[in-house]
């Protein structure tokens, strides 16, 4: 890792700045495949199935028996770590619901918000170089809480572990398709997938700018994405072996991957930089963490204090706190996608079956965006009663308000009723 000691708080924009993506030249050759989808539908699939993938789809659709047969290619241990992991994210995102609560603001004036799951989801879960299975957890879980009518699956992989989980979390369509093609199917409907109103899923550069392309067309997505994440702050009492672990798991995502190491010891730093060498020859993805590294940086600072307000000014995706009274200093956290506490307590469970949901804010967005949540497949909607009595005491108070707007037809809308109220 770069060791950078000390540096000046002037140096810190540029030190924690992630890399600039060229999104400009990514959209470009987005743009016309989402465009050819939405004029061309299923043969438009089965073409960039052909072109990029070296697939003929005579199906697009997983067949209900290929998704029953999923659980009997799997080993016995991996179907219950699945289960377990199913059982744990849904214990934790069922807690957030929230029972409806009827408010009176005044006498006769009664307010209150439903939930209402969105109708039709979509998610994408990329075939790359891992069968991310847990991603189909960590979205179809709370789809499958909020009452979600329609879960639509798209994937290019047909790995059993993806098909046993997509059971699980009760998808009602799955698709043998990836890449842009795949958030354009679900974005605009084809003949054979449904439109979708809200997509979910990371995926690559030309997933993430179909994406947020679509969304500038009305589509709403989870959040904008970059590449994964996790920074650091490890003090003298955090154990080298664990962090170097740590920052090579996340490493291992992809070669753009980012890790960020903080700490006020040298010594730890040092520490950490020996272990981490000999940890890397011995992974089988070495050559992908190996390149995530050479981007890596280690900063020394001389105070906690200091080693807070670089977090807070990073906003990393996943914060490990490896330090000395890890929830107290949590408490001063206030940029984060998700937060992880003590030496025990590394990422990679988050990742997979503590709980709490692994699809996060990346490239700084945690400064103003939440991670997916329950509240992410609902709507909020707002609901208000006024009786008689009610209408007599806050309609004055509209009259004024409106009067002072200019708009007329406001106020006569309750002076109307006043009068045949006999107010």
Known sequence: MKIFAFPDPAQWPDLLARPVQNSADIEKKVAPILAKVRAEGDDALRHFAREFDKQDLDELAFSPAQLAAAADQLDESLKQAIVQAYQNIRFFHEAQKQPVQKIDTMPGVSCWRKSVGIEKVGIYIPGGTAPLFSTVLMLGVPAQLAGCRDIILCTP???????????????????????????????????????????????????????????????AIDMPAGPSEVAIYADDTAIPS????????????????????????????????????????????RDIARKAMENSKAILVETPEEAIDILNQYAAEHLILSVADAEEVSEKI?????????????ESCGDYASGTNHTLPTNGFARAYSGVSLDSFVKKITVQHISEEGIKILGPTVEAMAEAESLHAHKRAVSIRLHALGS
């Open 242 to 285: 664990f962090i170097a672990a740590d920052l090579l798991s996340q490493a291992e995502h992809g070669v753009d991957s980012q890790v960020l190491l903080v700490s006020t010891s040298k010594k730890l730093i040092s520490s950490v930089n020996i272990t981490l060498s000999s940890q890397l020859e011995a992974l089988p993805r």
């Open 334 to 346: 206030i940029n984060a996608g998700s937060i992880f506490l003590g030496n025990y307590t590394p």
């Open 157 to 219: 992989s047909d790995h059993p572990a993806i098909l046993f989980a997509a059971q699980l979390v009760g998808v009602t369509k799955a698709f043998r398709i990836g890449g842009a093609q795949a958030i354009a199917a679900m974005a605009y409907g084809t003949e054979s997938v449904p439109k979708v109103y809200k997509i979910f899923g990371p995926g690559n550069q030309y997933v993430t700018a179909a994406k947020m392309l679509v969304s500038k067309e009305g589509i």
